[in-house]
């Protein structure tokens, strides 16, 4: 693999940094990052207290054990230790800009450090007054703006627990999700807005404070000011607007001490191979494992502007806020990126000068698919690092980003997920980018390639696990009585690690090719293909807008079935199929070869936008559908139902 990014002043990094204060604290001598990597992984508890101390963690009571476990169930972090997320996140608190929120209608709103810390305790005296106290859930259905970043931190600073949807959501979707966690308050937008279009939120307001039989408070954010009044509304539960709610006669915050894992968030989990996994995760166990990849890995730092496209419903929200506690500027956006034209997100990025900007790989590839060059247009002095994740970035996309955004930019691909609130794989100031790679494994994350015997495998495709234990791993899953559900969602395959469920490759390197999800592997004639081995090529195609691929079960075996949706111009002809079987055949392998070559016009996606293959072949083997709920178009799983070709 040739090399796209070469790290330049590496003493200046935070990770030099922090590499040279391990060296002089333990007196040990550390060449590289690979030798940090190894001792991170050697001297676990030493690691993460190092880390604590790096970026300044406040306890009120400090630990009095770092580390206790007997197995990665049961390990336990800083016993004894107690402080608080929000105090962490709010300890800036001068005139600097904090937040900077975006919408489709170019409205803009800005909050400073010192404004963030007063709107949060007036958010806070509303909570205390609802009577929300530690362990109480609190829910947002709410855009990505700074309402819900307020509304988060005034729960953590009680230790209430936060859980967010984004208000995209359809009503079942967001019953089935909230019902299950017995709310007490819901902060609810009165609306949002996509590609242009204004959706009034008034019925799913209604329909949730009948359905929610635990809620007692629903405070109504008026962030598109679709309706001046709450009167009109057939509500059974106590309802105010957002000003009314709050109390701006309290201007303190009181930081409740809590437990170092004391419950910060609750997470569902995307859905693309089930029912969503209710996820709850700690808050000193989250933000150690955030400010060691904000920090360290990506070298955010004070004063530094970061923008992640994300909803509040997807992990990466949680992620990117962390980023306050390092006292970096946050751009917000709600609505469609493409929207009003394909490059407005790049354009606020100009406006804004942002230093790292994150997104998805599907959101790059529209953009390649679309031919969109920003070289002549688009100047981006300060931009450095470019982060993706939801997906496998493809080698096609690296060029895109340096042929057409910049060409000197680290390109940062990570990966990791919903269940560990971080990630296990991801970007490294150190180490340079090799295309179509992810630079390596986390400090302090005991990642691994095991092949079906449970050996650790270089340079071969298998199972992504984690052989040791680490902070950001859930506490428990909700209503999940002995873990049982937990156990059998990371452990079953090997009991002595962790099994994320990714089929990939480490390279010699040190660096991984994600192939895709396990459960979705292709198995043609007994043999593994990670279906990111497909796309990947099919990605080069022009005529090809995108496409999902999925095992049959045929004659005692499997074949590979192709679906497509075509570009503006496409046409699936017996010229286009040759042309896909050749690239596949002859940069892949004859395995790779598609049995069947089959149109469709939209393609199902979870949520958080991610393709979900197992619903497809549960469709075409005839199957129920276990995760329909989780589907931002489940309409779409009609274009696979019947298909005549798939008896052939």
């Known amino acids: 693999m040739s090399i796209v990014w070469q790290p330049h002043a590496i003493q200046d990094t935070q990770m030099a940094q922090f590499l040279h204060d391990v060296e002089a604290r333990f007196n040990v001598r550390l060449n590289d990052y690979d030798a940090l990597y190894a001792w991170s992984i050697e001297h676990k508890a030493l690691f993460w207290q190092t880390v604590a101390q790096f970026f300044k963690f406040k306890f009120f009571t400090p630990a009095t054990c770092i580390l206790k476990y007997t197995s990665l169930l049961d390990a336990k972090w800083f016993i004894g230790a107690t402080f608080n997320f929000a105090e962490q996140l709010l300890a800036r608190r001068d005139n600097y800009q904090a937040l900077i929120s975006y919408n489709e209608q170019g409205h803009v709103s800005t909050l400073s450090f010192a404004e963030l810390y007063q709107q949060v305790a007036h958010c806070l005296a509303g909570l205390k007054r609802a009577g929300v106290t530690k362990g109480t859930r609190v829910v947002g259905v709410l855009p990505n703006q700074a309402t819900a970043i307020i509304a988060m931190l005034a729960c953590a600073s009680i230790g ?62 008026p962030e598109l000011s679709l309706f001046e009044s709450l009167e009109s509304l057939k509500l059974t539960t106590t309802a105010y607007f957002w000003a009314d709610f709050i ?22 989990s995307s859905g693309t191979t089930g029912k969503p996994k209710c996820i709850v995760h700690g808050a000193g166990n989250t933000l150690i494992q955030h400010v060691k990849e904000l920090g360290l890995h990506t070298d955010l730092r004070a004063d530094e502007t970061l923008f992640f496209y994300t909803t509040c419903g997807w992990m990466m929200w949680n992620w990117m806020v ?71 970035l493809l080698p096609t996309q690296f060029d895109f980003i340096v042929s057409n955004i910049k060409q000197t930019i680290q390109i ?23 295309h179509g790679e992810i630079q390596g494994a986390g400090l302090g994350m005991a990642v691994q390639i095991f092949n079906q015997d449970g050996k650790a495998v270089v340079d071969e495709d298998g199972e992504l696990v984690c052989t040791e234990p680490f902070p950001s791993m859930p506490l428990y899953f909700w209503h999940d009585a002995h873990h049982k559900r937990y156990k059998a969602a990371y452990f079953t395959r090997f009991a002595h690690a962790w099994t994320q469920g990714d089929y990939a490759r480490k390279t010699y390197q040190g660096g991984f090719i994600i192939h895709g999800r396990s459960d979705t592997t292709l198995n043609p004639g007994g043999v593994r293909i990670g279906t990111a081995e497909l796309y990947r090529l099919l990605e080069t195609l022009p005529e090809i807008s995108e496409s999902v691929v999925v095992g049959q079960q045929w004659a005692d075996d499997v074949r590979i079935i192709l679906f497509v949706k075509l570009s503006a111009n496409g046409v699936l002809d017996e010229t286009l199929c040759q042309k896909i079987k050749y690239l596949l055949k002859s940069e892949a392998s004859p395995r790779h070869v598609p049995a069947k070559i089959l149109q469709v016009n939209d393609i199902p996606r979870t949520l958080n936008h991610k393709i979900v293959e197992q619903a497809v072949r549960e469709v075409i083997h005839h199957q129920p559908i276990t995760n329909v709920h989780a589907l931002l178009n489940p309409e779409a799983l009609s274009q696979f139902t019947a298909r005549p070709e798939l008896s052939e």
């Open 160 to 221: 209430a627990i936060w859980s967010s949807c984004s208000p995209e959501f359809g009503l079942q979707t967001l019953i089935d999700r909230l019902i299950v966690i017995e709310p007490l308050v819901l902060f609810i937008s009165d609306g949002y807005q996509y590609r242009g279009t204004l959706y009034d939120n008034r019925a799913k307001i209604e329909h949730l404070s009948g359905a929610l039989p635990t809620l007692k408070h629903m405070i109504v954010c």
């Open 412 to 434: 940062s691909s990570i990966s990791g997920g919903t269940d560990i609130i971080s990630c296990f794989v991801l970007g490294n100031p150190l180490k340079p980018v090799y």
């Open 322 to 392: 962390s980023a306050l506690a390092l006292g970096v500027r946050l751009i917000l956006y709600d609505g469609s990126p493409a929207y009003p034209g394909i490059t407005h997100l790049f354009d606020i990025m100009k406006d804004e000068q942002v230093s790292v900007f994150g997104t998805s790989a599907k959101f790059l590839s529209t953009l390649a698919k679309a031919d969109v060059s920003l070289a002549n247009t688009h100047h981006f002095p300060k931009l450095r690092t470019i982060l993706t994740t939801g997906s496998p």
């Open 247 to 268: 109390d701006t006669s309290v201007t303190t915050c009181t930081f409740t001490p809590l437990a170092f894992d004391h419950p910060l968030y609750i997470l569902f």
